[in-house]
């Protein structure tokens, strides 16, 4: 059993910064891929960002490339989702989600998924 504990989540004005964290524990947390995605009301969830056990490789969705950076640190298990510059678009439900092996951006390829952090845009 995996356990996804998101965090960081807030109302920020347009044009500000957040920090999502995202916790994973319960098993060992070797080779796997972990990745953000949002979902915003009456929306399809959707890709946000990705990134691999090493770090090496990160994938963003074209919405939020220099905008948004993904990262990980994995002595605690975690990866974070640094968001500048933010738009009112952004307003979502962010979600991390773990997979095992290559990264991936659809959600349907990922295994565990967190309970969500509200993310609300003022503008």
């Known amino acids: 059993q995996v356990q996804l504990v998101e965090s960081g989540g807030g109302l920020v004005q347009a044009g500000g910064s957040l920090r999502l964290s995202c916790a994973a524990s319960g098993r060992t947390f070797r080779d796997y891929c972990m990745g953000w995605f949002r979902q915003a009301s009456g929306k399809e969830r959707e890709f946000v960002a990705a990134?691999?056990?090493?770090?090496?490789?990160?994938y963003n969705t074209d919405s939020v490339k220099g905008r948004f950076t993904i990262s990980r640190d994995n002595a605690k298990n975690t990866v974070y989702l640094q968001m500048n510059s933010l738009k009112p678009e952004d307003a979502a439900v962010y979600y991390c989600?773990?997979?095992?092996?290559?990264?991936?951006?659809?959600?349907?390829?990922?295994?565990?998924w967190g309970q969500g952090t509200q993310v609300t845009i003022s503008s």
């Open positions: 989600a773990v997979k095992w092996g290559a990264i991936a951006s659809t959600p349907t390829a990922f295994d565990y």
């Open positions: 990134i691999t056990w090493t770090g090496g490789s990160t």
